[in-house]
């Protein structure tokens, strides 16, 4: 158990349709990062954010949004879906804001299936 | 140019025997880290090791060790006593410094393991 918590496990919604993901980081990290992992383009960063800020943005739709509160937790909001965003979404956590050596820390994901 | 190549799509080793699962890397960085991640058919992404640029040891972890080298750009881990719960997908990953952040992970594709009684 690595201590990042995502809810839901799975979620099956409808092509149009807006869902939101929910990650609670380690205790003690103020890093959450998002991934996308899907057949087609692997794991893809989506977005980072440290401390409340956004910090880095990678192959994030402007469909897509994400947050993180101040207790530290973060959603990750998706809209106007489609079926190609049908993927496994992580969460992941780290202490530091930046660094090669520091070490993210995946939660179990949510499976996310567009019908 | 693909940052992480991980040219096996699967491989097959007997329970107690070692495995080396391949993993080269391009980056103009002198700056970067490489990790190694485990996917179980759960789902989840698990953290093995990781080795730093600038480490002159490789790392190791119980089971897990890492065989970088440098010049030649290749991290390899190695798994050593083979375990049927070993079986999974395998991620090699880097967190380069030139990106200004050094905040995404750039995975490869994976390597699929099996291992066998």
């Known amino acids: 158990d690595s201590g990042v918590t995502q809810t839901p496990k799975h979620l099956i919604t409808a092509t149009g349709q807006r869902v939101t993901l929910r990650c609670s980081p380690r205790?003690?990290?103020?890093?959450v990062y998002w991934y996308q992992q899907s057949l087609d383009q692997g794991l893809q960063f989506l977005i980072q954010?440290?401390?409340?800020?956004?910090?880095a943005k990678g192959n994030i739709l402007e469909r897509f949004s994400a947050q993180q509160f101040p207790d530290l937790h973060s959603e990750l909001n998706l809209s106007s879906l489609e079926l190609g965003d049908s993927a496994l979404y992580f969460c992941?956590?780290?202490?530091?804001?930046?660094?090669?050596?520091?070490?993210?820390?995946f939660g179990p994901g949510t499976r996310l299936t567009v019908l | 140019a693909q940052k992480i190549t991980q040219t096996q799509p699967g491989m097959f080793v007997q329970e107690k025997e070692a495995v080396t699962l391949d993993c080269t890397y391009d980056?103009?960085?002198?700056?970067?880290?490489l990790f190694w991640y485990k996917q179980p058919s759960s789902g989840e992404m698990i953290f093995l090791i990781y080795?730093?640029?600038?480490?002159?040891q490789n790392a190791t972890e119980g089971r897990y060790s890492l065989n970088f080298q440098k010049a030649r750009k290749s991290a390899n881990l190695v798994i050593s006593a083979s375990q049927l719960g070993d079986s999974a997908m395998y991620f090699c990953?880097?967190?380069?410094?030139?990106?200004?952040?050094?905040?995404?992970?750039?995975f490869g594709t994976g390597t699929r393991l099996q291992v066998t009684l």
């Open positions: 990953a880097m967190r380069e410094a030139q990106d200004g952040t050094a905040s995404k992970l750039t």
């Open positions: 992941a956590s780290s202490v530091a804001p930046a660094g090669v050596a520091d070490t993210q820390y």
């Open positions: 980056t103009s960085d002198q700056s970067y880290g």
């Open positions: 080795q730093g640029s600038y480490d002159e």
């Open positions: 954010y440290y401390n409340g800020e956004e910090r």
């Open positions: 205790s003690g990290d103020l890093s």
